[in-house]
């Protein structure tokens, strides 16, 4: 079943470009109908459209840093959208590091118009929805949709709280799988094979070579956004689910447990704790929220970072980064819910236009134009296409430097960029399938029944995760022991025991 959904979106992911630029006309005069008759008590007419003027958008988007050029970038989105939807766009620009904690305060100021956001995870849906700050997104799918259930299809249900859908994910890598990114000068000068790197573990001989010859360079920080805590899996076993509050410690198996208790944990933290003492571990890590690892290379503060890693993963990161990278792989790839539900788009409960928000996002899941705008900037100025057909530098790229083709709709749309294969997208998608298959694949835990459990775990984590995990804890075993004895205390056995019976549940009705 699960092979089938993935080919099914491979099928409808390649299928999209045929219908690119249709239905024009159309999607602008309901734009402008829903102008009319979208409001919302809590916005007040003074954000609606003044008649004769059209409507506008407010929209939130992410980026490694917000590009100089994005002015120029929403004046060509807007040429889009008031042809194809009668309405022009506002972007309000977040940065990875801070994405979650921004997306929260703006959910929390109702006042301010907000039509629909990017880069939602599973765990902030949730959250947000049990504040009844999203809205259902069921039936405007239905009516201005149809695109996005065409090319997602059942991976909506990963985004389905209380039988609804909240959240629309985007059409990119759906298996989680770390690496890690190596400036390759420093690799190539310090003769450093990484082909035997396989594990973390297998990173600390290669920190200390590095570190030996450049002593003020840090080697371990992660990519960008700041999680609660850093725990990473390389097995390519283990589940989440979601939150990490209840684990599969092998996701072939449904049986929940205490991942912090787990000897994998401890001993993953007890190596963070020597490549602190070691001086690999950026110390800014837990309070530099402005810089991921692309960043603090691009700078020269790190020598590698880890990141995720899929086909086109080391192009990416490149283009990031500033400089030519080596990387090394870690584990095997998995595919598990929370993978395919983060990084989604949301429509607020407060919306001034959610029609034309669900229609704008429709758009980003067939119109190759504005998809590889928003991936690459303005074509001819940020990007130009070569000979070949692949897109690559243009005479002003950094002005939108941030080019990543995974968070704007549906990526199979995307010029591929130079560097990568020609058969990129749909080697993608074999990696994808080819990925280790949780047996939760599928299943979304609803949170509702211990709203107050997760909030008191919650901040338990905040409290811990990140100094133990970084290796900051004077004393690991101590400190993982004061962690696990606060979690039980805001009722982490009964959070698990509410996750253990909807996954029994789940799975008896598959």
Excluded at 67 to 89: F, M, R, S
Excluded at 355 to 375: R, S
Excluded at 426 to 438: E, G
Aim: net charge negative.
């Amino acid at each position: 079943m699960k092979r089938k959904l993935l080919a099914l979106l491979l099928a409808a992911a390649m299928t999209m470009t045929a219908l690119t630029g249709c239905g024009g006309n159309q999607a602008a005069d309901n734009g402008n109908k829903n102008a009319e008759n979208s409001k919302t008590e809590e916005n007040g007419g003074d954000t609606q459209a003044k008649e004769g003027e059209i409507p506008n958008l407010v929209v939130t988007y992410a980026y490694l840093e917000v590009p100089a050029d994005i002015d120029a970038v929403t004046e060509k989105l807007n040429e889009i959208t008031t042809e194809k939807l009668g309405c022009t766009v506002t972007f309000i620009p977040y940065t990875y590091g801070n994405i979650q904690d921004q997306m929260a305060l703006t959910l929390a100021s109702p006042s301010e118009q907000v039509d629909c956001m990017f880069g939602m995870f599973r765990s902030g849906i949730a959250g947000a929805v049990g504040k009844g700050q999203l809205k259902a997104l069921d039936g405007l799918l239905d009516e201005y949709g149809q695109d996005i259930k065409a090319t997602l299809g059942d991976y909506l249900e990963g985004t389905t709280v209380n039988g609804e859908v909240y959240g629309v994910t985007t059409v990119r890598d759906l298996a989680g799988q770390s690496a890690y990114y190596f400036d390759k000068a420093i690799i190539d000068e310090l003769q450093i094979d990484l082909s035997a790197v396989h594990k973390y573990e297998d990173l600390t001989p290669v920190f200390a070579k590095i570190k030996e010859a450049y002593p003020n360079l840090y080697l371990a920080c992660n990519s960008g956004v700041k999680p609660e805590g850093y725990y990473m899996s390389d097995d390519g076993i283990q589940d989440p689910l979601t939150d990490k509050l209840g684990v599969l410690m092998d996701s072939s198996e449904l049986k929940v447990t205490n991942l912090f208790e787990s000897q994998e944990y401890k001993d993953f933290c007890k190596m963070m704790k020597e490549w602190n003492d070691a001086g690999y571990v950026y110390p800014d890590i837990i309070t530099d929220e402005a810089n991921g690892g692309q960043a603090l290379m691009k700078s020269g503060v790190v020598a590698s970072y880890q990141n995720v890693y899929k086909p086109g993963a080391l192009t990416e990161n490149e283009l990031l980064a500033g400089r030519e990278l080596e990387v090394a792989v870690l584990g095997e790839p998995i595919s598990y819910t929370s993978k395919v539900q983060n990084w989604s788009w949301v429509i607020p409960e407060n919306s001034v236009y959610p029609e034309l928000a669900m229609q704008f996002l429709n758009l980003l899941y067939t119109d190759a134009d504005l998809v590889n705008l928003l991936n690459y900037g303005v074509e001819g100025k940020n990007w130009v296409l070569d000979a070949d057909g692949f897109a690559t530098d243009g005479p002003d790229t950094d002005g939108y430097s941030d080019k990543t083709a995974w968070k704007s709709g549906n990526a199979m749309l995307s010029a591929v960029w130079k560097g990568d294969e020609a058969t990129l997208y749909t080697d993608l998608m074999d990696w994808n399938k080819s990925a280790n298959k949780s047996a939760a694949l599928g299943f979304a835990f609803d949170s509702a029944n211990v709203t107050s459990e997760y909030t008191a775990l919650s901040s338990v984590t905040a409290q811990y995760r990140m100094m133990i995990e970084w290796g900051f804890a004077a004393d690991v075993d101590a400190s993982i022991a004061e962690m696990n004895d606060a979690l039980y205390a805001a009722g982490l056995k009964e959070y698990m025991a509410e996750k253990q019976k909807q996954l029994d549940a789940w799975a008896a009705a598959k």
